[in-house]
């Protein structure tokens, strides 16, 4: 361009952001400076009726049937903690409503950058346990609110998995950790029992499949016999993806 | 405690039950409007702009019919810029509780409801993808980036890489674009390719894919004005 242009570089700019094309340093700063800029945000607001229709060209996929219930929990676990901000031992009271600011990026993380952490992680286990095999598979279980990584999974073969606790973790008065796991194709997830905060387990996964990438773990907040249904009902408390090493 | 190998059988689970359709009934409200999508849906129209004030209310069911609407072309939609069905998942379960949470900042003032929910899921999408670019870190910095945007001609005649007939207004002003342009534009916003991906795709340069795609921007804008 022989003379740079504002207002075009600006109209240019939020339609790279709405295409996808800003590599993520120039996005995060794109979205930092659109928070408080309305010229910016109606330029993207254009871009977005422009090329909504385009999305017409892709095929719906339908959910898992896990999807939804998976949200709804999330919301629930959303209500509830941020009606009890303060200390994590404090029982939850059951009181709707929300604000938790940014707890989004959380999931990114799990999928994106726990690849990263997991491999980290992987490194740094083997280095301190005594396995002695390399692990196949490794799951690092984030707390979605934090992002604190709280348990870490590690499968020596895919039938035998061991859940290694990197801290403490306080349980409710009545409410049990309750451990899940759910493969990509699988209907809904199984409960693999209940741990006991702080303490390693080991378990073999005889009647399921063969552990496989991506399979996820999570353990959530369950009445101290177990989920009622055996489905998970309660909160997420940490959750993550198995990664093959 | 019950620890130790406690697991069902998968097909036995008695999950089926579902808790999906709890409170459906009460809520239940289709509207028939029109201004929402303009395009070739059928008139009677799933009402946005109501759910996500619902939304914003607390109301849980609200949420669940937007998903049972949306769903599916949501994840449709994420799938194909993330090619991960787990991620893909991730990303509409995020997105989910992203409207969620920020309904009762939609301003209908500023856009359609349908366009709004759209692209905070796609937003986490890209995200997502972008980031993974920099995990890998490959280091896009091209030094030869391109003014020209017409060096590079191609011999052949470019195919269209997509269907992207809409029957909306922008085709008269992607129709207007060179075809191995439009096919740019739509590889990134369809597809959720970088430029980099773009060039790789096309066998374009990617100096001459940037300025392709800029001066596309600039042209469609125009277009549309």
Redesign the interface.
């Known amino acids: ?1 022989t003379r740079p242009n504002e207002p ?1 570089d600006l ?2 700019l939020a ?2 952001y ?8 120039e ?1 995060e700063a794109f979205e930092a400076r659109l928070a408080n800029d309305p010229e910016l ?2 330029a993207v ?2 871009w ?18 896990y ?6 929990r ?2 629930k676990a ?1 209500a509830a903690r941020s009606s009890a901000s303060a200390p994590a031992s404090a029982p939850r009271p059951k009181v ?5 600011g940014q ?3 959380f ?2 993380g ?4 726990g ?2 952490a997991a491999l980290a992680m992987g490194v740094m286990l083997t280095n301190v346990t005594n396995t002695p095999a390399t692990p196949e598979y490794m799951v690092v279980l984030l707390a979605p609110q934090t992002q604190s990584a709280g348990w870490v999974v590690q499968a020596a073969n895919r039938q035998e998995i061991q859940l290694i606790p990197l801290g403490t973790f306080e349980v409710p008065e009545g409410k ?1 950790l309750e451990f899940w796991t759910k493969a ?1 194709d ?11 905060p702080g303490q390693p ?1 080991r ?7 063969p552990l496989e990438d ?1 399979q ?1 773990f999570e353990l959530t907040l369950e009445d101290d016999a ?1 989920s009622p ?3 998970p009902t309660g909160p997420i408390e940490f959750i993550g ?1 198995a990664v093959e090493i | 405690m019950l620890t130790g190998s406690a697991a069902t059988d998968i097909g036995a689970l008695p999950g089926s039950e579902d808790v999906s359709d709890s409170d459906m009934s009460e809520t239940g409200k289709v509207k028939t409007i029109n201004a929402e999508s303009r395009g070739s849906q059928p008139t009677h129209e799933f009402d946005y702009a109501d759910a996500l004030a619902r939304c914003a209310r607390g109301e849980h069911a609200a949420l669940q019919q937007l998903y049972q609407h949306e769903g599916a072309k949501l994840l449709g939609v994420v799938y194909r810029i993330v090619k991960d069905r787990g991620m893909a998942e991730d990303i509409v379960h995020d997105a989910c509780l992203n409207i969620w949470q920020r309904a009762d900042s939609f301003d209908p003032q500023k856009g359609a409801a349908r366009t709004w929910i759209f692209s905070i899921a796609r937003h986490l999408a890209l995200n997502a993808i972008r980031g993974r670019d920099r995990e890998v870190s490959v280091d896009l910095n091209d030094p030869h980036e391109l003014d020209d945007d017409d060096t590079f001609q191609q011999a052949s005649r470019v195919a269209d890489a997509f269907d992207w007939q809409t029957g909306q207004r922008m085709d008269e002003c992607l129709q207007q674009l060179e075809t191995e342009r439009r096919n740019c534009v739509l590889h990134a916003y369809v597809d959720g390719l970088s430029h980099a991906e773009i060039a790789a795709h096309t066998g374009a340069p990617l100096g001459t894919v940037k300025a392709w795609i800029k001066r596309s921007l600039l042209r469609l804008r125009e277009c549309m004005a």
């Open positions: 361009m075009d109209h240019v339609g790279e709405v295409l996808g094309t800003l590599p993520i340093a996005r945000q109606k607001a254009a977005e009726e422009r090329f909504l229709p385009y999305t017409a060209m892709t095929d719906p996929l339908p959910p898992s049937d999807l939804w219930p998976r949200i709804e999330s919301l959303t709707a409503r929300r604000r938790l707890s989004l990026p999931w990114r799990v999928a994106g950058a690849l990263a049990a990509d699988w209907q809904a997830p199984v409960s693999l029992g209940l741990v006991e387990l378990l073999r996964l005889d009647q399921l499949p991506n996820l177990g249904t055996g489905l993806r």
